[in-house]
Every structure is written in C-alpha cells, then in structure tokens.
C-alpha cells in the first residue's frame, strides 16, 4: 500500500504544478495582451508598430505613411 499511496500523491502533485504553471501562463497571456491595448492607444497610424498590432495589409499601411508624412509637410508650412 504505501508504494500506492506515494504514487498517489507524486500524481497529485504534479497534477497541482501543472494547474498552476497554466495559470500563471494564462496570467502572462492576459497581462501581454492588455498591454498591447494600452500601448496601441498612443500609436499615430502610419508608425510600423500600429500596422503590426491592427494586422494592416503593406497596401494600408503604406497609405497610413503617406497621408501622415503628407500632414506633417502641411504642418511645417
């Protein structure tokens, strides 16, 4: 029986490891992804990094660099 019983409790364990290793993987998961969010909140369309997070075909995204570059030579004047 106690061969039983410390297989039992191995599996028990490593059973609650795995619980909490997806845990905490999900956690991270989360936390990258609202970061993501806030961070997409300060980005101008046309920057490099605003086409990567919103998935922006090149098409687009070359459209977004032109019209922001297109608005910053009308500011200058």
Known sequence: MNWKNRLQN????????MQKGLELTLQKKDEQERKKIHDARYMDPGTF?????????PLDFMHDVYDRRKQKRKDKD
Do not use: M
Not at 10 to 17: F, K, S, V
Not at 49 to 57: H, M, V
């Open 49 to 57: 990094k605003y086409g990567i997070l919103n998935r922006q075909n």
């Open 10 to 17: 191995w599996i028990r364990l490593r059973r609650q490891e």
